[in-house]
């Protein structure tokens, strides 16, 4: 009875440690965020009270930076649109890699797998390149390029989940007189809700949260600016900057990521679930 309490004790006290541990920072950016930037630089870890406490002013003066507004609008634009084609185009390819049984589709998911493990320093230099000569640096080429690499990790998840549908589900709805894309759009892609949502969790926080490649390909004077790039420039010369509109431009920045995963968490858990249960 002693062991089995002091074990409970033990398990809760990691569970607080780590809450926490992930908490503390978000925590710590909100509250700085209504504080004035002297008393934010002289104590940031006390509670805003007084004259320390300037409710939305940091927010509004960060808002009302060039390009701010516009950064929110493009990284909602960019984010959506890419989580929107790697979702449809990725589980478009793993439920042809699935069921076309040929070398050539083994090939193609391997390729698809081998591309996880590259590092993106690798192939910085020859994608801004390319970007380039292409004239990519705009909403739509940054949508291409995030489907080229965020395809790898969300086709090896669509495989493994199509892998457990079975077959029988599939014929019947061609014996009913689906053709394959009918039997795709109608049968499969609904049972992979979970999976999709999944993905498209992962795929929006990097996205959303992504600055080297916007950084490289837009540049930091480009109009299709994303909220990472503006506030890393909220730095001015010589190092000077407003801490209070950079915390609630940071606020602002993780706010909608939250959101949409408080929404969608349970799609995740539903998705294990059904892998756990299928697999």
Known sequence: MRSSLLGKILIYAVLIFLTIVFIGPLLFIVINSFKAKFAISGDPFSIPTGADFVGLANYSTGLALSGTASAILWSFI??????????????????YIVRVKAWWTTALYFIFVFSMVIPFQMVMFPTVKIADSLSLANPAGMVVLYLGFGAGLSVFMFVGFIKAIPMEIEEAASIDGCNPLQVYFKIVLPMLKPTSITVAILNAMWVWNDFLLPSLVLGPSSEYRTIPIVVQFLVGSNGNRDMGALMAMLVLAIVPIVIFYVFAQKYIIEGVAAGAVKG
């Open 78 to 95: 960019i984010t959506i649109s890419s989580v929107a084609v790697i979702v449809f185009f990725s589980s478009m390819t793993a439920y």
